[in-house]
């Protein structure tokens, strides 16, 4: 059976990893991997996480299975997290998901058995991983207008003129935060504006979270969300901790789907962990147990506020070393957008010649596209790839 089966190429990512690692130039820099990276350039486990797994460890009595929906603690807290206090909690239904990536899929699947007819769109460009995963399970896609390489804006009026168009009852999938792969978001204004025609429209928003904290603060980062849960009938919203806890290969998520009433919402709820019980049953513990124990605990909590502070604020800063480094050798080349942007990611702006030059003559990583993580920038690196950068757009 498995004979007939023809090769698939490998990540693109994943490509660029190994090549990274096999090169031998001591000077060499990694901007494509979608991880957090420190000023060493390490993924360390985050100490709030060590603190709570040893408490896990001593005190975690069984490994029963949990059941479809995983840990209530766990559920509400994120819930929380993310839509606020003052959430319609009789409309809301949050299950844990194995990952950003798990919880997508299983929303895919749940709009294609509630409206198998629906389309959905999503940014162009965005996160090339939410293709495969929403039409993999079926899912017809539409892209809308995002991102103006040229100027490096976000091309608004032509998002909202797209969406202004596409059919009733067909979804929208919005990144909340720190979008991937341009780092441009929407401002609140124009969050509201979204908002307004959403509702107009009966366009159902589906919100992507996978980076609360990494932009401006866990309040901050939610505007979408809440603003929208407040007046939108329905929505979903697919969530990730695998950044904001460093929890990457422990698989943890969220799904939430806000129903219209509260008899919707119990019946989605019964969908929902039906359609858990045909795919993976139960979502894996370890990473949401861990999750629970530190946004349920005051001290631990704000421990983990530090811990996130800390990278955001690496991150903002490595943005404007980076901006300001080239500015001093180029008044030629504009690269503000550096700094507009939030998060792990933004394009740099170069075309492929050169960023397969940064690769060949410098030892510099980065995706095609010239999407660079902006984690893998630290304070001993930035002046020579600034110089890199500039030698290369000569
Ligand atoms: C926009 C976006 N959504 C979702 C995810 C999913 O993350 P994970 O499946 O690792 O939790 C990512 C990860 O890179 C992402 O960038």
Same mark, same amino acid.
């Given at each position: 059976?498995?004979?007939?089966?023809?090769?698939?190429?490998?990540?693109?990512?994943?490509?660029?990893?190994?090549?990274?690692?096999?090169?031998?130039?001591?000077?060499?820099?990694?901007?494509?991997?979608?991880?957090?990276?420190?000023?060493?350039?390490?993924?360390?486990?985050?100490?709030?996480?060590?603190?709570?797994?040893?408490?896990?460890?001593?005190?975690?009595?069984?490994?029963?299975?949990?059941?479809?929906?995983?840990?209530?603690?766990?559920?509400?807290?994120?819930?929380?997290?993310?839509?606020?206090?003052?959430?319609?909690?009789? /409309?809301?239904?949050?299950?844990?998901?194995?990952?950003?990536?798990?919880?997508?899929?299983?929303?895919?699947?749940?709009?294609?058995?509630?409206?198998?007819?629906?389309?959905?769109?999503?940014?162009?460009?965005?996160?090339?991983?939410?293709?495969?995963?929403?039409?993999?399970?079926?899912?017809?896609?539409?892209?809308?207008?995002?991102?103006?390489?040229?100027?490096?804006?976000?091309?608004?009026?032509?998002?909202?003129?797209?969406?202004?168009?596409?059919?009733?009852?067909?979804?929208?999938?919005?990144?909340?935060?720190?979008?991937?792969?341009?780092?441009?978001?929407?401002?609140?204004?124009?969050? /509201?504006?979204?908002?307004?025609?959403?509702?107009?429209?009966?366009?159902?928003?589906?919100?992507?979270?996978?980076?609360?904290?990494?932009?401006?603060?866990?309040?901050?980062?939610?505007?979408?969300?809440?603003?929208?849960?407040?007046?939108?009938?329905? &929505?979903?919203?697919?969530?990730?901790?695998?950044?904001?806890?460093?929890?990457?290969?422990?698989?943890?998520?969220?799904?939430?789907?806000?129903?219209?009433?509260?008899?919707?919402?119990?019946?989605?709820?019964?969908?929902?962990?039906?359609?858990?019980?045909?795919?993976?049953?139960?979502?894996?513990?370890?990473?949401?147990?861990?999750?629970?124990?530190?946004?349920?605990?005051?001290?631990?909590?704000?421990?983990?506020?530090?811990?996130?502070?800390? &990278?955001?604020?690496?991150?903002?800063? &490595? /943005?404007?070393?980076?901006?300001?480094?080239?500015?001093?050798?180029?008044?030629?080349?504009?690269?503000?957008?550096?700094? /507009?942007?939030?998060?792990?990611?933004?394009?740099?702006?170069?075309?492929?010649?050169?960023?397969?030059?940064?690769?060949?003559?410098?030892?510099?990583? &980065?995706?095609?596209?010239?999407?660079?993580?902006?984690?893998?920038?630290?304070?001993?690196?930035?002046?020579?790839?600034?110089?890199?950068?500039?030698?290369?757009?000569?």
């Amino acid at each position: 059976m498995f004979e007939s089966l023809q090769p698939v190429s490998a990540d693109a990512i994943l490509g660029l990893i190994a090549e990274y690692k096999d090169d031998p130039r001591t000077e060499k820099i990694d901007l494509g991997v979608g991880v957090y990276r420190t000023t060493e350039g390490d993924t360390p486990v985050l100490q709030v996480v060590k603190r709570a797994e040893q408490i896990l460890i001593d005190e975690q009595e069984s490994k029963v299975y949990i059941g479809t929906a995983g840990s209530a603690d766990f559920n509400s807290a994120m819930q929380e997290l993310i839509f606020g206090e003052s959430c319609p909690v009789d /409309r809301l239904v949050t299950i844990q998901a194995p990952g950003g990536s798990g919880s997508l899929r299983v929303a895919a699947s749940m709009i294609l058995r509630a409206s198998p007819t629906a389309s959905v769109w999503v940014s162009e460009p965005t996160w090339p991983n939410h293709t495969p995963l929403l039409a993999g399970a079926g899912l017809s896609l539409k892209s809308y207008p995002y991102y103006n390489a040229l100027n490096h804006e976000i091309k608004f009026d032509d998002m909202i003129s797209t969406l202004k168009d596409a059919p009733a009852g067909d979804v929208v999938l919005l990144h909340a935060c720190c979008h991937n792969p341009t780092g441009l978001d929407l401002s609140n204004d124009e969050w /509201r504006t979204l908002t307004d025609i959403m509702v107009d429209r009966n366009l159902i928003p589906f919100i992507d979270i996978a980076y609360q904290g990494f932009a401006e603060g866990l309040n901050e980062d939610v505007f979408c969300i809440r603003h929208m849960s407040e007046r939108v009938p329905e &929505m979903i919203v697919s969530s990730s901790c695998s950044k904001n806890f460093g929890l990457y290969r422990d698989r943890v998520g969220t799904l939430s789907i806000l129903a219209i009433n509260d008899k919707a919402r119990d019946v989605v709820d019964s969908q929902i962990n039906n359609l858990v019980r045909t795919i993976y049953s139960v979502p894996p513990d370890h990473g949401a147990a861990v999750v629970s124990l530190i946004l349920n605990d005051a001290e631990l909590r704000s421990a983990w506020v530090i811990e996130l502070t800390e &990278m955001r604020e690496r991150l903002k800063s &490595m /943005r404007v070393m980076l901006n300001d480094a080239l500015i001093l050798r180029s008044s030629k080349h504009d690269f503000s957008h550096l700094v /507009r942007a939030t998060g792990m990611f933004c394009f740099l702006g170069i075309p492929i010649e050169q960023v397969l030059r940064l690769k060949k003559d410098f030892g510099i990583y &980065m995706v095609d596209s010239s999407r660079i993580n902006v984690a893998g920038i630290t304070p001993s690196n930035v002046n020579y790839l600034a110089d890199s950068i500039i030698a290369t757009l000569r």
